[in-house]
Structure formats: C-alpha cells, structure tokens
T-cell receptor, first 114, second 113 residues
Framework: DAGVIQSPRHEVTEMGQEVTLRCKPISGHNSLFWYRQTMMRGLELLIYFNNNVPIDDSGMPEDRFSAKMPNASFSTLKIQPSEPRDSAVYFC????????????FGSGTQLSVL | DAKTTQPPSMDCAEGRAANLPCNHSTISGNEYVYWYRQIHSQGPQYIIHGLKNNETNEMASLIITEDRKSSTLILPHATLRDTAVYYCIVRVAWETSGSRLTFGEGTQLTVNP
C-alpha cells in the first residue's frame, strides 16, 4: 500500500484565495483525521471522520474551514477565504477505526498564505 | 486524558541505546501509553503502545513502571535516522467517542555519529 497520500505537497497562495487540500487514506481504513501543525501550537486535531461521517469538528478554527469526505477513498479540507495565520503544515491521517489509536499519517501539505 | 511530561531534548551516540523517559503520574487504570515520533518534514509515525506490561516490537521497547506513573521508550541501537521528535501520549483506548490523540511538545532526540 502506498500509505496516506496528500496533495499538493506545497501550496503558496495569496490572502483571500480559496485553498483545497486533498487526502487519500489507506484502503480499508474507516477513520480519517485532519491535523494542523505550527511552531506556536504544535499538532492540533481539526476534524475526524468515521465511515465518511464527520464525528468531531470541534478543532476546526472557524467557519472559513470546511472538510468533506464524499467516499471512503477521498477527503478534502477547504479554507475560504485563506488568511496568513492559516500558514501551517496540514496532515491527514487514517486508521482502521475511530477507536484504533494507531494512526498512519501522510507527508503533509505545507501551506503558505501571503 | 492524563498529562505527560517529557524532557525537551536528549542526545545519544549512534549505535548506543536511546532511553526516552515519560512521566504520567496522573494516569488512570484504563489509559494506555502511546509513543509516536516525527522525523523532520514528515508526518508522525506510530512506534508502540502499552497498558501495563512491557512491550517490544521491531522498532522499540516500552517499559512501564509497576505503578504506571512513568515509562521509558528504548531504541536499542540508535541510528542517525532515529533523530526525531518523540511524543509520549496517554489516552483511553476503545472510547466510543473516537480517537483524539493529543500531541504535546515531545522530546527532540538527536543521534550523533
């Protein structure tokens, strides 16, 4: 298996633009997680899905952030409009189930909002 | 979840054992100890977890004290590729509310040649 696949690897955009980050979880995994990492705040859980259904989005910073999982093999995290403070590395992770703590992380998307 | 305390940094010579401590004095009976690591510019990687017995896998060994208030992750023969931030996380497993691993600041392990 190729592992969790994220795209793009790097994204540079201007303030106010829409940004879409993509994630393909490991086949057979039923839970998907979006994390954000910054120097100031470390790794933060934004949202997670179980069987394609959002379970907990309490970590999503504000309404500018939205996440979808239309099927078991694809998820998106969208920021609209983007702001410089959204600059961070965004990680997607998947696991066999929501109660399985062995998470497999992707390589992340480095987002820079100018 | 119980709070964990780890030293901010440690050094180890290549080929020697790296022993990373973690204090979790408020751990409760149904909380597991998990270890992850994050190599620079990569996503975190699961290493090992345990409840009260010592555990070993191909990557590392986990030693949990009898009172479960602290644990040590052991990398038996550290290599330069083991240089990373190591996170100790305490978490109730099998919660129906789902996984919500909380990563602290971890220990920056530097393996020197």
């Amino acid at each position: 298996d190729a592992g969790v696949i994220q795209s793009p690897r790097h994204e540079v955009t201007e303030m106010g633009q829409e940004v879409t980050l993509r994630c393909k979880p490991i086949s057979g995994h039923n839970s998907l997680f979006w994390y954000r990492q910054t120097m100031m705040r470390g790794l933060e859980l934004l949202i997670y899905f179980n069987n394609n259904v959002p379970i907990d989005d309490s970590g999503m910073p504000e309404d500018r952030f939205s996440a979808k999982m239309p099927n078991a093999s694809f998820s998106t995290l969208k920021i609209q409009p983007s702001e410089p403070r959204d600059s961070a590395v965004y990680f997607c992770a998947s696991s066999y189930s929501a109660t399985n703590e062995k998470l497999f992380f992707g390589s992340g998307t480095q987002l820079s909002v100018l | 979840d119980a709070k964990t305390t780890q030293p901010p940094s440690m050094d180890c010579a290549e080929g020697r054992a790296a022993n990373l401590p973690c204090n979790h004095s408020t751990i409760s009976g149904n909380e597991y100890v998990y270890w992850y690591r994050q190599i620079h510019s990569q996503g975190p990687q699961y290493i090992i977890h345990g409840l009260k017995n010592n555990e070993t896998n191909e990557m590392a060994s986990l030693i949990i004290t009898e009172d479960r208030k602290s644990s040590t992750l052991i990398l038996p023969h550290a290599t330069l590729r083991d240089t990373a931030v190591y996170y100790c996380i305490v978490r109730v497993a099998w919660e129906t509310s789902g996984s919500r691993l909380t990563f602290g600041e971890g220990t920056q392990l530097t393996v020197n040649p």
